[in-house]
């Protein structure tokens, strides 16, 4: 789908269509083939890029004709994800993240056709770099350092360092200030010297812009034609290409996901199939920071009135909202200026606040590593402003209350999968000060136990994923049953009374929702004997979002939105595949599932949006 700034530059750009000129710069070329689609303009775009893109593929492969595979496949996902480029200028950018993407893919498919055809013969753990080349150990390795790079700085290193282009006019280009620009580009390097200086390498005298002007590799006219021919769709693509670019294509699906969709809802990924970026992080909180919490502008409304029992919270797109059983609206909820809703929200056990996450608008941040600019807002019901917001950087981050609603915990994922760490800490809603929460590594909180020290988690011991739990202090987790999906995926509440658990899990059944992270049904289970049920009246083609119990214990709550056959059965998705109209419910229903009732409803025209996310109830 378009971006808005995009948009605007093909409107103002025009209609008419000429041949590319040496003055146009290479986001010209991208929103003129976004307009036009023509194919001396992509052809243009593979000329200019290929060099890079060839580089890459063959320092990561170590294989010419992989490379030439990968090759294909990150400009055909260039071709179909044009218009995702945003700004148009950081073209360079995007694609060297693709072509470093397409060329792992394409070793680790080599390995494992290998491991099948060749038993007992070992496989190097690493591409085999072409020994032709000047420093290719080095060159390799800063093709992965600038691949890890988040977008900003990959984007500003490229195009200054690699293409030359001054600082003013890449500013322009990119569309941010001189100065911010000129920032990016100071980190940029920073980054690559320190990361090159761990791994053993030393730039050259001659500067990064010489390594990367050296990394590039002339593209031989039949793969070019090849490559420039993709733009078309008219001849068939090579069945290798076109494995490759279907990783890719899911990959970026997966990970657009993940900023939209409740806690990484729909952040799946099988183990073998995740973006396999190094993380370096603590697994211990950080000490807060003098000034982390931001006051709000104005003071809150005192004396709200407790919502009482019978009160459902849900995270809808816009903010949040409290409803009765029945449907009744009250109370609304809305992200604080320049952030967004992140789908996640939790009443207070009195149900006067709230806790929900927002992200800020602005792309990732870098500390810790690709990071997105999360926040915590405290909330008091019927009040103008926040009690608080509190920075929380990080890839994921979920909440919940502690049963006395003097805590809430706080749980960040940190870093790529699969080398995500996550780190646990309770943050005091009215100081903003936070403490460390030791729990074992790789665990993720889901709820709170009224004991106020147990915790239902979710918890990674290798490729097995399970619903556990633990006390604050234990080291071990004390299993409930194994989980079919993702970690990423699952959402838990614990019974009133501790005895049952509802939670969601992926069906093995849905083979095709599965293959997207899309399949998601609510389970009750039995803590004492371990047994698993389904909850009853649970629409088929349907994905689970939120679970809660009532106060009592005897009735719950879930939301569940429509899953579209014809859409999951694609082996590719591309930017219009996902508008359909698409429609998300609120269900209140008894404990089993039965006698299930809609107290609320919402649409979308996107189905890859989301619509409803995390529910609670007090």
């Given amino acids: 789908m378009p971006t808005p700034r995009l948009t605007a530059a093909i409107t103002r750009v025009g209609r008419v269509v000429r041949a590319p000129g040496p003055g146009d710069t290479d986001g010209c070329l991208l929103v003129r083939f976004v307009r036009d689609r023509d194919d001396a303009t992509f052809r243009e775009l593979v000329r200019r890029l290929g060099p890079m893109v060839l580089g890459v593929c063959r320092r990561v492969t170590g294989d010419p004709h992989l490379a030439d595979d990968a090759f294909q496949a990150a400009f055909l996902v260039l071709a179909r994800r044009a218009a995702d480029v945003n700004p148009a200028e950081a ?78 006019d890449a500013a322009v280009r990119l569309g941010v200030p001189e100065g911010t620009l000129s920032s990016r580009l100071a980190k940029a390097r920073r980054t690559l010297a320190g990361r090159l200086r761990g791994r053993g390498f030393a730039l050259p005298a001659a500067g990064l812009g010489a390594l990367l002007a050296r990394s590039a590799s002339a593209v031989p006219p039949r793969l070019l034609s090849a490559a420039a021919a993709l733009a078309r769709g008219s001849a068939p693509v090579p069945e290798a290409v076109a494995s ?279 389970y009750r289970l039995d803590v004492a004997t371990r047994e698993r049920t389904e909850l009853a009246e649970f629409p088929d083609n349907a994905r689970c979002g939120g679970v809660a119990w009532s106060p009592d214990g005897k009735r719950v709550a879930y939301t569940w939105s429509q899953i579209h056959p014809d859409l999951v059965a694609k082996d590719m998705l591309t930017g219009g595949d996902g508008q359909i109209e698409t429609e998300a419910f609120l269900i209140v229903a008894d404990a089993d599932g039965r006698n299930a009732k809609t107290v609320a409803s919402g649409k979308e025209a996107d189905a890859l949006r989301p619509i409803f996310g995390s529910i609670d109830w007090r």
């Fill in 244 to 522: 490759l670019s279907h990783g890719v294509f899911r990959t970026m699906f997966l990970t657009k996901l993940n900023t939209a969709v409740l806690g990484g809802l729909l952040l799946m990924a099988l183990g073998w199939a995740l973006p396999a970026r190094p993380a370096a992080s603590s697994t211990q909180p950080p000490a807060p920071k003098a000034g982390g919490i931001r006051p709000a502008e104005g003071k809150a409304q005192p004396g709200a009135k407790p919502t009482g029992p019978g009160t459902l919270l849900l995270a809808r797109a816009g903010g949040l909202v409290t409803l009765t059983p029945e449907g009744k609206e009250g109370a609304e909820l809305t992200p604080p200026k320049g952030t967004n809703t992140n789908f996640i929200g939790r009443l207070s056990p009195d149900g006067t606040r709230a806790a929900f996450v927002v992200n800020e608008a602005g792309p990732p941040r870098t500390e810790p590593p690709e990071a997105w600019p999360f926040k915590v807002v405290i909330s008091r019901l019927g009040a103008a402003d926040p009690v608080a917001v509190v920075d929380v950087p990080a890839q994921e981050v979920s909440v919940a209350w502690t049963p006395d609603g003097t805590r809430v915990v706080v749980t960040k994922l940190l870093g790529r999968r699969p080398d995500t760490t996550t780190e646990h800490a309770l943050l005091d809603p009215a100081s903003g000060k936070t403490e460390e929460l030791a729990l074992p590594t790789g665990t993720r909180v889901l709820d709170c136990g009224r004991d106020g020290k147990t915790f239902l988690v979710t918890h990674r011991d290798g490729q097995k994923a399970r619903l556990g739990l633990v006390a604050k202090g234990e080291t071990e987790v004390r299993p409930l049953t194994e989980l079919k999906g993702w970690t990423g995926n699952h959402v838990g509440r614990l019974s009133p009374d501790g005895k049952s658990v509802l939670y969601t899990d992926a069906d093995p059944a849905q083979k095709d929702a599965n293959k997207w992270g899309m399949s998601a049904k609510p």
């Fill in 91 to 168: 073209v360079r950018g995007w694609v060297h993240g693709v072509a470093a993407r397409a060329a792992r893919k394409a070793r680790a498919m080599a390995a494992r056709r290998n491991t099948r055809e060749v038993t007992g013969t070992p496989l190097p753990d690493s591409p085999v770099c072409p020994r032709g080349e000047p420093d290719a150990d080095l060159l390799l390795a800063l093709d992965e350092e600038v691949a890890a790079l988040p977008d900003p700085l990959r984007a500003a290193v490229l195009l200054c360092e690699m293409e030359g282009v001054g600082r003013r």
